[in-house]
């Protein structure tokens, strides 16, 4: 496959299928299929957000022009060849008193608050479980989200969700309570890499969970969750929901 081919052009053919975890040889055979073959993820309002070998050499050639940012894998995309590795920059650990937290800011003097003052004590309480994101070589917080056990009204559900499910009253969910990235480190995608991170930890979790759950504080949060796949409950635009199966289909994997 490599006699004859340009370096430019095979370049940006490795780092394709670096993209979509593949080896050079499964890639090429892939993007030899028919049309329609490789399997998307999409939502009812957004394009494919990853599988399409096309897309995947689009974004090598990007990234080729922008190899100064590295891209923060997000929901849709290939899962980190090492598991709790974002990017070649960031690490997601559990929050831990060797991470720095009074210098987070994010915007939204709440979501500061909480991490500086009240993560640690609902950690210690059994309330939620807090995930950082921080630079390799640092303790400094990029990023944070908080994640706990929940429970979705049958009936808070649309029609075309529960009409293969047991008549069960409640479903076990998990809640992504809390979702910020600091000033400093916002435009990098790591809000969208916290995501992907909290879909696979519920995905693997030990106890069964049907979907997540997030309290989107405004419109355009409600938008970025949407772009992810979630979707509002019935009569309600600012809490939304992700089944886990929703996610297997689309490539997340624990």
């Known amino acids: 496959m490599r006699r004859g081919c340009p370096p430019a052009a095979l370049a940006v053919v490795k780092r394709a299928a670096e993209i979509e975890g593949r080896s050079v040889s499964d890639f090429v055979v892939t993007a030899a299929l028919p049309s329609g073959t490789a399997?998307?993820?999409?939502?009812?309002?957004?394009?494919?957000?990853?599988g399409a070998s096309a897309g995947a050499c689009r974004r090598a050639r990007q990234s080729r022009k922008t190899?100064?940012?590295p891209a923060a894998r997000a929901y849709g995309a290939s899962p980190p060849h090492r598991r709790g590795e974002v990017n070649d920059g960031f690490v997601i650990a559990q929050l831990t008193a060797a991470h720095d937290r009074q210098a987070f800011s994010c915007g939204a003097a709440?979501?500061?608050?909480?991490l500086?003052?009240?993560?640690t004590q609902d950690i210690r309480r059994h309330l939620a479980n807090c995930f950082v994101a921080s630079p390799v070589q640092g303790n400094v917080v990029a990023g944070y989200y908080t994640l706990s056990a929940a429970s979705i009204p049958m009936t808070d559900l649309p029609a075309e969700q529960t009409r293969k499910l047991p008549r069960y009253p409640v479903l076990p969910a998990a809640l992504i309570g809390r979702l910020a990235v600091d000033r400093s480190?916002?435009?990098r995608n790591l809000g969208a890499a916290l995501l992907y991170d909290a879909i696979a930890r519920a995905i693997r979790a030990d106890a069964a969970v049907f979907a997540l759950i997030v309290d989107a504080k405004d419109e355009a949060a409600a938008r970025f969750y949407r772009h992810h796949g979630f979707q509002a409950f019935s009569g309600s635009r600012a809490r939304l929901f992700l089944p886990v199966a929703t996610a297997r289909k689309g490539g997340v994997e624990g």
């Open 67 to 69: 190899c100064a940012r």
């Open 185 to 187: 480190f916002q435009g």
């Open 110 to 114: 709440p979501l500061d608050r909480y």
């Open 39 to 50: 399997h998307h993820c999409r939502d009812a309002n957004h394009p494919p957000l990853a």
């Open 116 to 119: 500086r003052t009240q993560a």
